[in-house]
């Protein structure tokens, strides 16, 4: 959950490309170096590596990464997002949610999405919108911004 709460605040304070960013690591550090998401110092310690590369000496500390692993903040929000993705029937990922509605398996064969996407190319316009910007209060100017910086040295 913490990992999970840190994310979320990351992309509300700093922006999605830099949450983006952490999460890649993150899953690096979980997925292929093995290490618990649950080491909340070793946690704060990696984040801060990220961070500092790509913020600077606008980077927080570990000492404040810490303070917010620790804490509270962002729970709430965090447990309701479990409960709408639940509601659509979502319990494993990885799984893409396109135009806010339909939901594909990451697993799914590339033809699915080829599919989908060519009927929005079609259109011309995409139907719907993110669904989790409203449940983890991200605002409507940092879903416009997107996740993608121009340059990331991770």
């Known amino acids: 959950m913490a990992s999970h709460r840190l994310i979320q605040y990351l992309g509300k304070i700093y922006g999605l490309a830099v949450s983006e960013a ?20 070793r946690l704060a ?7 500092e ?20 903040q962002g729970r ?3 447990m309701r997002a479990l409960h709408a993705l639940n ?3 979502i319990h494993s990922i990885p799984k893409f949610i396109i135009e806010g509605r339909t939901v594909v398996d990451g697993a ?16 011309g ?6 669904i ?10 940092t879903i416009q911004k997107g996740s993608h910086l121009p340059k990331l040295a991770i």
């Open 108 to 123: 799914a064969r590339s033809e699915t999405f080829v599919d989908i996407f060519r009927e929005i190319e079609a259109r």
């Open 53 to 72: 590369d790509i913020l600077g000496d606008k980077a927080p500390s570990e000492v404040e990464i810490l303070d917010f692993l620790n804490g509270d």
């Open 22 to 41: 952490v999460y890649d690591r993150l899953n690096v550090y979980y997925f292929v170096d093995g290490h618990s998401l649950n080491d909340k110092e």
């Open 76 to 78: 709430e929000q965090i």
């Open 87 to 89: 509601q659509l029937g």
């Open 45 to 51: 310690i990696v984040t801060c590596e990220v961070l």
């Open 132 to 141: 989790l910007n409203d449940v983890l209060e991200v605002d409507e100017e």
């Open 125 to 130: 316009e995409v139907h719907g919108t993110a």
